[in-house]
């Protein structure tokens, strides 16, 4: 089984990595934890090369020791980010989706952002959205 991870940094986002950490655990799954940027312009190496390394650092430091094989990706495309995130899943055969969504009213109303609306609509697999 593969497991793809939505990672940005966010709060949200650990938790849907720790969340999907203990599913690969009971089904031993491997992690695909996915950051995107929309290219616009051309991006400087070092501006990349910075990202993945952020990327790769956060997630060796809440996956720690455990040995749940996992890797870190970083696309890039003049694509939007979720329609990044949808091609992989389809490209890479992925058999579930993690995301991490936060509240954003003041009254605390659950609002979906742009990126885990439009993969809970159009993964190819189920999407767990952890808030």
């Given at each position: 089984?593969k497991?793809?991870?939505?990672?940005?940094?966010?709060?949200?986002?650990?938790?849907?990595?720790?969340?999907?950490?203990?599913?690969?655990?009971v089904?031993?799954?491997t992690?695909?934890?996915?950051?995107?940027?929309?290219?616009?312009?051309?991006?400087?190496?070092?501006?990349?090369?910075?990202?993945?390394?952020?990327?790769e650092?956060?997630?060796?430091?809440?996956?720690?020791?455990t040995?749940?094989?996992?890797?870190?990706?970083l696309?890039?495309?003049?694509q939007?980010?979720e329609?990044?995130?949808?091609?992989?899943?389809?490209?890479?055969?992925?058999?579930?989706?993690?995301?991490?969504?936060?509240?954003?009213?003041?009254?605390?109303?659950l609002?979906?952002?742009s990126?885990a609306?439009?993969?809970?609509?159009?993964?190819?697999?189920?999407v767990?959205?952890?808030?």
């Open positions: 089984m497991f793809m991870v939505c990672y940005e940094g966010s709060k949200e986002a650990r938790k849907a990595l720790e969340l999907a950490r203990e599913h690969a655990k089904w031993g799954a992690l695909e934890v996915v950051n995107s940027i929309m290219r616009e312009i051309p991006l400087k190496r070092s501006f990349v090369e910075k990202k993945e390394q952020v990327l650092n956060e997630v060796k430091e809440i996956l720690g020791k040995d749940i094989s996992y890797e870190t990706v696309l890039i495309d003049t939007s980010s329609e990044q995130m949808v091609r992989f899943a389809e490209k890479e055969g992925i058999d579930q989706v993690f995301i991490g969504i936060e509240k954003k009213s003041k009254v605390g109303k609002v979906f952002g990126t609306q439009y993969l809970i609509l159009k993964a190819p697999c189920p767990v959205t952890i808030k």
